[in-house]
């Protein structure tokens, strides 16, 4: 079935330990990005990927860091957990990053951090 | 800085119409999505609008002023499944999608 996979679906996570959000689409979709939603604040972007090889921060980075080394495959780690990213996470896929094209949503990652 | 503005909540009756406003102040503009998201899962794609006018899609109808910064999203025949968050966003200047806090629509039998 053609979409996006994230995995884990949930965890619950001890500050200060490491952690890798895993993201793999198998539509070609160039354009790749990773957002966190809190009640209230809606999506924001972390980071995001137009292109295999390429990575940009989005609107709040810090604590986050990606890699894209080919077209499928966008994990998100976390170097050392803090509480303030207990967070829903999405990942999200487009076939163009210049706008005019729906993105695709996979279904989440809910990572509590105690 | 950029921003976009919609209701919080909103309450309607099953078989009913109901309009849910955004209202847009962002740095260029490159087209507005509105995404409709049940709870607990994944926003998916209702509609995209990049010229001024109404986009009818089904129930659902999208508009857009671009002058006015202002769009809506109009659901008719309301049904039990429409209860959802309703997702507003805008692509800037740099091409990346602003979101709204999105509106979460209560439907009532």
């Known amino acids: 079935i053609a979409g996006i996979t994230q995995a884990p679906t949930s965890q619950i996570l001890a500050a200060g330990r490491r952690m890798t959000l895993r993201c793999t689409q198998d539509m070609r979709h160039n354009a790749m990005y990773w957002y966190r939603q809190d009640l209230g604040l809606g999506l924001r972007l972390i980071h995001y990927s137009n292109t295999a090889g390429t990575t940009g921060k989005g609107e709040v980075p810090d604590g986050y860091s990606v890699s894209r080394a080919n077209t499928d495959d966008f994990p998100l780690t976390l170097a050392s957990a803090v509480p303030s990213q207990t967070s829903v996470y999405f990942c999200a896929s487009s076939d163009s990053g210049t706008g005019g094209y729906g993105y695709t949503f996979g279904s989440g990652t809910r990572l509590t951090v105690v | 800085g950029q921003n976009i503005d919609q209701p919080t909540e909103m309450t309607a009756t099953e078989g009913a119409i109901v309009q849910i406003n955004c209202t847009y102040q962002?740095?260029?503009?490159?087209?507005l999505f509105w995404y409709q998201q049940h709870a607990g899962e994944a926003p998916t794609f209702l509609s995209y609008n990049v010229l001024d006018g109404l986009e009818e899609k089904g129930r659902f109808s999208s508009f857009l002023s671009r002058s006015k910064g202002y769009s809506y999203l109009l659901l008719k025949e309301l049904q039990m499944k429409d209860s959802a968050s309703y997702l507003c966003a805008v692509v800037d200047s740099n091409y990346q999608l602003i979101w709204g806090a999105g509106t979460k629509l209560i439907i009532k039998p």
């Open positions: 962002t740095s260029g503009f490159n087209g």
